[in-house]
């Protein structure tokens, strides 16, 4: 089921109806299409700020695991040829966005728009400023287990556009580097590194 904010647009009823039919919401049973997406639109960008309300405060900040010193990160322009990598080494199987630009289009499309993709991700760095548009996802109700009228039985799949992926590994890597060239990532830190999972998480827990 596609769950998209009024303001994205229109969706198709057949679609809804197809997917998922009915929810029960506050004791009563919903068939709207359009209801039942903006239930799910609510229900989903509440959940974190939810859960995030139920965390207990802690006087331990992340802040005092890290090495401390004077260093200052600031996003770099990048070139042609970086964009380039990125976008070959984006997956052809990876769904679209609300721009219906597909990675196979972009790569295809790619020896002809580097370039104004280039002037638009350097002037998005520079600026500070992301497009709407790039912020945008398509977002899929997934059913996860137990009864399909609760929408706590749901998660959650979005997909934003292919160039904000493009961009977000921009940033990515350029983050990445600087923490980890200026050891500012602690080594018990596992997720989202290079070479590191949830097997050496394990591994040091269990040597400790």
Request: aromatic fraction near 6%; hydrophobic fraction near 40%; charge should be neutral.
């Amino acid at each position: 089921m596609l769950v998209v904010p009024r303001k994205l647009g229109k969706v198709s009823t057949a679609f809804y109806l197809r997917q998922i039919p009915k929810i029960v919401l506050n004791d009563t049973e919903i068939s709207d299409p359009e209801a039942i997406s903006n239930a799910f639109n609510e229900y989903f960008t509440e959940t974190g700020p939810n859960l995030a309300a139920q965390i207990p405060t802690n006087t331990n900040s992340a802040v005092n695991n890290i090495n401390r010193n004077n260093l200052v990160f600031q996003l770099h322009e990048v070139s042609t040829v970086q964009i380039s990598r990125v976008i070959d080494k984006l997956s052809i199987c990876k769904a679209s966005g609300l721009d219906n630009i597909s990675v196979r289009l972009l790569k295809l499309s790619a020896p002809t728009t580097i370039n104004s993709l280039a002037y638009i991700i350097n002037l998005v760095i520079c600026k500070g400023i992301i497009p709407a548009d790039w912020k945008s996802a398509r977002v899929s109700a997934i059913h996860k287990s137990d009864s399909k009228l609760h929408l706590n039985n749901y998660g959650p799949m979005s997909v934003l556009p292919v160039i904000a992926k493009v961009f977000e590994k921009v940033v990515f890597d350029q983050t990445y580097n600087f923490l980890n060239n200026n050891d500012l990532l602690s080594k018990e830190q596992s997720g989202f590194r290079h070479l590191h999972s949830t097997l050496t998480a394990m591994l040091d827990a269990t040597d400790e």
